[in-house]
């Protein structure tokens, strides 16, 4: 009968460890290994946010309003708080549909000029009179989507359909320049001048081509330059009656001369 041997080593693990303390050796592994897995999830976990600094109490400058139903927020006291509500503001009253309309001579050839001393050449899209801050095209449309009379300047109702970068046709104006491009000797089609009538009294022809140009109250319409305002607003499909003058509207052939 074989006689039991301790393993190697045996005899120095029970002189380093008192028998009274080896029975607590699993709970201090299983200790240590928990402290390990908090220790190692702490560490990966991300920080805390900072904690929110209250705000310093403010003084009411008046009394304050009471919260209101959704269905009331656009008749509320403070809409005015709204930023949309800065650009109403800019929109100076526009004459009612059926309001006379004068129009002289003087004033129409005063509204031409102000036309085209925003472009480089007639037909040339018209140059901005103004800091452009943002490239948004609903930055632009904020006062050229239906047209602003701001002070005696008038931002027109945009005259063709919306694109999603205005800059890359119209630009900003030099300091100090009706426009912004440098001096040349290009000429564009010269102005046709007022449209023909067939008859005295019937409608005149559109004297001018009609692409880009398809949304005729942008300069003819309530918010645009007196002199050229339509007498008859009220009326909205203008090619009912008025139709593009002959030769307009049409491109040569490839090649012709």
Known sequence: ME??????????ADRLIPAGLRRFIPILATTGMALGVVGFVTGIREPLPPPKQSRPAQTPEGPAHSAVDYADVPAAPWKRDVPRSLLESLNSSRPGIFDLVIRTDEMKQ????????NRAFDGAPPTIPHRVDSSSAVACLACHG?????????ATKICHPPFSNCLQCHVEQA????VSVVDNLFAGLARSGPGERSSPGAPPTIPHHLFMRE???SCHGWV????????HPW???CTQCH??????NTFPPSGAP
């Open 3 to 12: 006689a039991n041997h301790p393993a190697p080593g045996g005899h120095h």
């Open 110 to 117: 005063a509204a031409l000029a102000d036309r085209a001393k």
């Open 146 to 154: 239906q047209g602003l009379n701001v002070g005696q300047r008038i």
């Open 175 to 178: 300091a100090g320049k009706d």
């Open 215 to 217: 949304d005729c109250l």
């Open 224 to 231: 645009a330059r007196p002199g050229i305002r339509t007498t």
């Open 235 to 237: 009326l909205s499909a």
């Open 243 to 248: 139709v593009a003058a002959a030769g307009e």
